[in-house]
């Protein structure tokens, strides 16, 4: 994982469809084990600008986080989707 803090590192557009599945399989065994973990990404999303390194620290926080919570059994799901702003 880039977890730098690069203050250099520049946002660029993230593919999630790629992105996600290849950090879940490396979170998978040290944080993830014994939990049945669902992927979902909304079909022709828009790639977020992000920096890699921060949304990969944000993601393992949270997965890391509800797997302590559910003592590593359960059902995790992970969706990727547009959300649109209410009014």
Not at 13 to 37: A, I, N, Q, S
Not at 42 to 48: D, R
């Amino acid at each position: 994982l880039g977890y730098s803090r690069d203050p250099m590192a520049r946002a660029e557009p993230l593919e999630l469809p790629r992105f996600l599945p290849d950090l879940l399989t490396l979170l998978r065994h040290p944080f993830l084990d014994g939990l049945d973990v669902r992927l979902e990404v909304q079909p022709g999303l828009p790639a977020p600008v992000v920096r890699r390194g921060r949304l990969e620290q944000v993601l393992l926080n949270v997965l890391v986080n509800a797997s302590e919570s559910m003592h590593g059994r359960g059902i995790l799901g992970l969706i990727a989707r547009r959300a649109t702003a209410p009014g």
